[in-house]
């Protein structure tokens, strides 16, 4: 159990609630679309945005409160804790660390207020994984900052005002803020829709002109920060697995009580209670891993160390997967038919092992700090 303080369990509890009463009937049916009114209804009581400033409409909180307001909705709804992880994890709070104040206050309070989404956009047909690899790039012309390039795999773009794109600048890798409102220099070139029915998109920007106040990181040291910042989205990344797999044991261990076979329920059977011991296990595992690497980090005033993101973040995309597999099992044949939710946490689970960085980027980031200074100590 996770010691937390009287504002942090009044947060945790009251979104448990909130989504218990409100978002249970219509989770799962929400195929690929915003669940919208439920992001109004977070907006309307104040928990978009809890990691956001105060000044631009969010909670003033830290990143480990964002982190337990989307376990406390993924339990309940999955896409709903994936559009908080969105939002407070990823672009938004890119642009809150490293934005100019006039980007802040253009992007921020719609962001916090429900009425605006900000995606982001790293990888390209040939860059992936391998930043480096980008031939997205920003020039110097005429006294103006101008942009071309492609992207793809890039998250709701259909609903976004803006996007977050990691480009080159002649000095070296940066991100920009890229305003998607009645820009004709952007090209979509297609939709993609992916396993879990979520919509991902290529496209191109032709001579995009970048106002100097959109720059978020520029030049060898800005990117760099820019990079470790990612440590954050990982543990959200680690942080929705975890949700994810919460939902599926809940239901594992609410139909293994309902559903009887031989004058008994599925549950008393020790081949089950052993899935549900091992489910239970290793989500425990997982979620210490992750708030670990969070509290330590906000303890220290610091971003996330890389070895503890990198362990979380590998340890809970794998761990969901194994989760939501043994919970189906226990359905049986009603949890692999499509329309079921455990059918669908199956897709979407499958997803944590890619996005936020691969299990591979992971273990070369554990392999690599390992070879640099050893396993942490205990103090």
Not at 291 to 312: K, V, W
């Amino acid at each position: 159990m996770l010691s937390l303080s009287a504002e942090q369990e009044m947060v945790v509890s009251s979104l448990e609630d909130l989504a218990r009463r409100e978002f249970s009937d219509a989770a799962f049916s929400w195929e690929g679309d915003l669940p919208v009114e439920n992001i109004e209804l977070l907006a309307d009581r104040g928990f978009l945005g809890l990691n956001i400033a105060e000044e631009y409409g969010g909670g003033g909180m830290g990143e480990f409160e964002a982190m337990l307001s989307i376990e406390a909705v993924g339990q309940v709804c999955p896409d709903t804790a994936e559009y908080l992880y969105n939002q407070q994890m990823v672009a938004p709070r890119a642009i809150e660390m490293f934005g100019s104040e006039s980007v802040k206050e253009r992007y921020l309070p719609g962001v916090t207020a429900g009425e605006e989404s900000i995606a982001i956009a790293i990888s390209e047909p040939e860059a992936g994984s391998d930043v480096g690899a980008m031939t997205t790039a920003i020039e110097e012309e005429h006294g103006e900052l101008v942009l071309n390039g492609e992207k793809v795999w890039v998250s709701n773009i259909p609903h976004s005002s803006a996007v977050v794109v990691w480009a080159k600048f002649p000095e070296g890798l940066g991100s920009v803020v890229v305003d998607l409102e009645d820009d004709d220099r952007i090209e979509i070139e297609q939709h993609y829709t992916n396993m879990a029915n979520h919509t991902q998109t290529q496209f191109r920007m032709h001579d995009v002109v970048v106002p100097e106040t959109h720059v978020l990181t520029r030049g060898r040291d800005g990117f760099k920060q820019q990079l470790q910042a990612l440590n954050w989205e990982r543990l959200g990344s680690a942080t929705l697995a975890n949700a994810i797999a919460r939902c599926a044991l809940d239901r594992a261990l609410e139909y293994g009580q309902q559903r009887r076979q031989f004058d008994q329920p599925i549950a008393d059977f020790q081949g089950i209670e052993w899935k549900l011991a091992d489910m239970a296990k290793e989500l425990e595992a997982s979620r210490s891993l992750t708030y670990r690497a969070a509290i330590n980090a906000e303890e220290r005033g610091r971003i996330p160390d890389r070895m503890d993101a990198s362990l979380a973040k590998l340890y809970s995309g794998e761990m969901v997967e194994r989760v939501v597999s043994e919970s189906l099992q226990i359905h049986g044949a009603n949890g692999y038919q499509q329309g079921h939710a455990l059918e669908y946490l199956h897709r979407l689970a499958r997803g944590r092992r890619l996005a936020a960085g691969t299990d591979e980027i992971q273990k070369n980031q554990i392999a690599a700090a390992l070879k640099r200074d050893g396993l942490p100590s205990l103090t």
